[in-house]
């Protein structure tokens, strides 16, 4: 094996990773916004072979095998449809997208960490209801002190949010790549504005 050889199959190999798969739930709508609903284009080739998923659009690239040829799926419906789940997980990513990855005391975007408004050291729970995103300098200002004698207010209440909610402030946030072929399936439920 000579140096191009090898050159050329590594950065085929690499090209390859970049053709993931848009999955959609039997609806034709993504099973998620954020994270987007993405499968690697093993994962499409694998559920397409196991016969799981129909293919609805292709890349122009191809990947074979000695005995099969096929192009590889840039988005794929599921045969069965995968109920959403209504609760949402309290966790620190969902946090922030519920909260638009801004602090919710000054609107910054960067630098953000989590601040309970009713202090632990008051009897402040850890919850949906009193934690917000913030950014480091309002935390570090409001520090374990109330609201009022911080000096600051919240930009809006905090609470819990829905799926459907946290998918539609997803929308807001597209991954780097969005490929043509998504974009029919992405936004087609998506609220009109008046």
Known sequence: MDGDFRHEFVRERGALKQHPALV????YRPLSYYPLSLWPWQ?????????RVDIVAE??????????????PS??????????????????FNLFLR??????????????TFDHVVPRAAGGITSWENVVAACSPCNL????KSLRRAGMSLRKVPRRPTASELNNVGR???????HESWMDYLYWDAELEA
Do not use: H
């Open 24 to 27: 959609l739930n039997a609806d």
């Open 43 to 51: 994962e499409a080739v694998k559920a397409v072979w196991l016969d």
């Open 59 to 72: 890349y122009d690239a191809e990947v074979a095998s000695p005995s099969t040829r096929i192009k590889i």
């Open 75 to 92: 988005v794929v419906v599921l045969k069965d449809y995968v109920k959403p789940r209504k609760r949402v997980a309290f966790t620190r």
């Open 99 to 112: 909260d638009e990855f801004s602090c919710q005391y000054c609107g910054s975007r960067g630098d953000l």
């Open 141 to 144: 200002k409001k520090g374990s």
């Open 172 to 178: 807001k946030f597209p991954p780097n790549m969005l």
